[in-house]
């Protein structure tokens, strides 16, 4: 059986400047409803799709939206960020890539409204590491 897909559904304070910080990142907007539906947004970059709902009220400080891209090529990723003028600190913000401990290569990215965007990749194993992968 086919496991389906994941796409996370993330508050947005203002579609429109959530819309335009994914576009900078080599999103397009294949879904448009500031107006109906309560205010949603489809954001696409290849495999990637983020679902935005209209939430003014949302406070990027103390927002807990979360999710997780795992991607082929992290540095990619993070070079379109950094070249996309997203600053190192403050809201929104791209963070530097680290290896982690659980055998990942990952930044974390924050948007306009707080959500908090995990990118990683796998890092290449030695022959002799036999330590669990993600999937």
Known sequence: MDPGLAI???PARDLHETRAFYERLGFA???WWPDTFGGYAVLTRGDLAMHFYHAPD???HANHGQCYWYVADVAALHADAVAAGIPATGTPRVTSIDEKPWGMRE??????NGNLVRVGQPV???P???APRAP
């Open 29 to 31: 907007t294949v879904g």
């Open 128 to 130: 002799d590491d036999r």
């Open 8 to 10: 996370p559904i993330l």
């Open 124 to 126: 290449r194993a030695a």
């Open 58 to 60: 949302v406070q990027p």
């Open 107 to 112: 930044f974390a990215l924050a948007d306009p």
